[in-house]
């Protein structure tokens, strides 16, 4: 295989850009439609109270599962495990 001549490369080292510029823009796309993905949801903390609040499905893997997460109330003034309400 002989080496690529100067202009090979530049259209090579264009060809590398441009796919990077496409990878950005995919991942910039990705990034919007996980944060659409996040809804207001009914939360109810272990005091009962209960209130909305922003729920990432990606942040974390456990609070995905789970469904609770440690957070802070904003009814009782104070942390406390949520949980969604149903
Ligand atoms: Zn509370």
């Given at each position: ?69 440690y957070?802070y ?5 104070h942390w406390s ?6």
């Open positions: 295989m002989s080496a690529l001549s100067p202009r090979d490369q530049i259209a090579a080292l264009l060809l590398l850009l441009a796919l990077l510029a496409l990878v950005a823009v995919i991942t910039r796309r990705l990034a919007g439609a996980i944060t659409q993905q996040s809804t207001n949801v009914l939360v109810r903390c272990r005091e009962g109270h209960t209130f909305t609040t922003r729920w990432l499905p990606y942040a974390t893997v456990t609070a995905m599962r789970l469904r609770a997460r957070d109330c904003p009814v009782g003034r495990l949520i949980t969604q309400v149903q």
